[in-house]
């Protein structure tokens, strides 16, 4: 069995290549299709809204693809991320287990994001692209590429769900910082933007109208691309530097994880952290049990259906065989904007569906409080979306201080809270509840998925 740590980093642990689970799969995943034909895409359809760069990754099958020098000198500002052993947690939680956090929260932007935003940019800018556009939900990735963009001299235009939009106002102020341009959305700067307006105008917005506004500009205009903060293919491929890293820090700390755990909204932290340790298995190595946790107002892993549908609410994007609520459904205003997608990255459906990921969900509440368990213990206030990962390890560890059954549980800490503080002053003083989603809505979106044969 190959062991991809051995090959895969430098002599500062710092990797060389991503890691690309589709080599290894037992099953190929079903492909992506064009939204009008039905038939699948073809990279020169894809041109439209995103460099040959990114598409070679997206339909690649080769198992190691080269990180290239620029982007790897950026990723040295902060990679490799520190790996800490939960030493005070385990003692408040009086458990056998051993408890390792791998932390993305110190990248500049605060969150695992910044892996994909730099190399995205790289392409676009190799490419003489001048504009990029895309989505963000609680601003975590529209914060990484409006940095990434500063950096390859790239403008950036961002779409900002609107609920996120109003409740994290120094999301915002950071994209502007870096010269990207923030709009709340649904907007009245697009097309399907003023269609989604006319007909309820006080839409609070959604990741799959913001994804619509940006793709559309992006194949209007031939200086502009769209960048993807999760989902498809390359993202994933981008945020393995995560996992591969984790297993060679775990290898010096002579530690093998019995589980890896990371939350899940598009299913790019989760996957950056438990693909080379899936990949492994898949070429006959040892089983690690993968858990993806979401917010159970918004589960498409753990309660949608698997099937085709538009990664958008305008429908102007691929069709993706995933695990959806439906392109039209909109979540409630929960506090974990990134997570509040309708859709799961294809990969992580596919795999979930082969049996390699145990998807679970909880509520919001719950999450939030052992967010501030955590961070009386280790010191660090986790982002909203990662408490769904902290509230998942301290349950298997209570679990461990039931059975008395020592395991080891690596999670990944996908950014830090430090933006997010309306909503620990919320949870603080009483004002958030649990919130869910209505299931006549799932249905109706359901019913409007595309027809496949």
Known sequence: MSDPVKYLLDEQHLPRFWYNINADLPEPMFPPLNPVTRQPLSAEEL?????????EQEMSTEREIEIPGPVRDVLRQWRPS???RARRLEQA???PAKIFYKYEGVSPTGSHKANSAVAQAFYNKVEGVKRLTTETGAGQWGSSLALAGSMFGLEVLVYMVKVSFNQKPYRRAFMEAFGARCIASPSDTTECGRKILADTPDNTGSLGMAISEAVELAAQNDDTKYALGSVLNHVLLHQTVIGLEAQKQLEMADAEPDMVIG???GGSNFAGIAFPFIGDHLRGGRKVQCIAVEPSACPSL???KFAYDYGDTAQISPICKMHT??????????????LRY???APLVSHLTELGHIDPRSYNQLECFAAGLQFAKAESILPAPESNHAVRAAIHEAEKCRESGESKTILFNLSGHGNFDMQAYTDYIGGKLKDLDYAESEVAMALAGLPSVD
Do not use: N, Q, W
Request: aromatic fraction near 10%; hydrophobic fraction near 35%; charged fraction near 10%.
């Open 82 to 84: 520190p790996l800490y």
């Open 263 to 265: 939350c899940t909204g």
């Open 302 to 304: 753990t309660k949608g």
């Open 325 to 338: 609520l439906g392109a039209s459904f909109v979540p409630p205003g929960f506090h974990a904007g990134g």
């Open 47 to 55: 041109e439209v809204i995103f460099p040959r760069g990114v598409i």
């Open 93 to 95: 939680l009086d458990t």
């Open 342 to 344: 309708h859709g799961m």
